[in-house]
C-alpha cells in the first residue's frame, strides 16, 4: 500500500508542477506527468486536475495559487 500512495503522490506533485508551468488544459497536464513519470495513471490525473482547475477545459485559464482560476488572456 504504501508503494501505491507514494506513486500517486508523485502525480499529484507533477502535476501541480504542470500547471505551475502553464499547462492551460487537462491534456497538457496529463503530458506532462507522462512525460516526467513514464507510467501514470491517466484517469488519476485527469480527475485529480479537475478537482484543481474545476471542471472543463473550455476556456483558458492562468492558475495563481493551488485550486484559484482567473480567466486567461
Known sequence: MGR???WMMDME???VCALE???????DVVAYVRTQ??????S??????EEVMGPGDDQPTTMTR????EPGF
Open 4 to 6: 501505491m500512495k507514494d
Open 66 to 69: 493551488l485550486g484559484a482560476r
Open 44 to 49: 488519476y490525473i485527469r480527475s485529480y486536475t
Open 37 to 42: 513519470m513514464g507510467i501514470c495513471d491517466e
Open 13 to 15: 506533485e507533477q502535476a
Open 21 to 27: 508551468s502553464g499547462a492551460k488544459s487537462t491534456d
